[in-house]
């Protein structure tokens, strides 16, 4: 009996995380996962799936989602965004990128999920449900960010090359990226998380 509660479970988990695979790879590769902010500044909802998986899956198939959110940005800037000003800090393929592309490609991204997880569990133990899934939504997309900036900036800060092809200093550009895109999917992740987390519980005890 053990055993047939465990696979159906297990088998839910798989079902939910297709799902949710589905839909990132959907926002990823589509105009659906971007909101238009300006001249070459994008924002982008890639990382919505992962944070609602967080909430919904186990952490083992909610980090495999983090995992699937930095394969398909690496395929994106690799591929599409390649020829973007941007590339260098996501794809070794790009002309200023190397290997440590790789590790702000994919690191942040396998990270959000624990993140938000981690945030959500703490709050939800004294706040409203609502209210702790939209903070812990919009402080692990917060995080995220400042993962991505962070390395950006460690890695790439002192690359002339890098600096020179984005024609101004890389502080103002890390403070004019983060000012604008990080803000407004911060902003998006925490409205979408308080207000699926209800209809989620109604599907899944959290």
Known sequence: MEYVKYKRKSNINILIL???????????????????????????????????????????????????????????????GLANPTSFAFTPLS???????????????????????????????????????GAAAAFAAFLHSVMVLGLIYLFFSKNSNVSESLGKSFVNFIIAWAGINSIIEILIAGIIGMSVIVPLKSLKKI
């Open 18 to 80: 297709t799902i949710f695979v589905t839909i990132e790879i959907i926002f990823c590769f589509t105009p659906l996962g971007s909101i238009p902010l300006g001249p070459g500044i994008v924002a982008t909802l890639a990382h919505i799936p992962v944070i609602i998986s967080a909430f919904l899956l186990e952490k083992k198939y909610s980090l495999i989602m983090g995992g699937i959110m930095g394969l398909c940005s690496f395929i994106w800037w690799s591929t599409i």
């Open 95 to 133: 002309e200023f990128g190397n290997f440590f592309s790789i590790i702000i490609c994919f690191l942040p991204r396998f990270l959000l999920p624990l993140f938000t997880s981690i945030i959500f569990n703490l709050l939800k133990r004294k706040l409203n449900i609502s209210f702790s899934a």
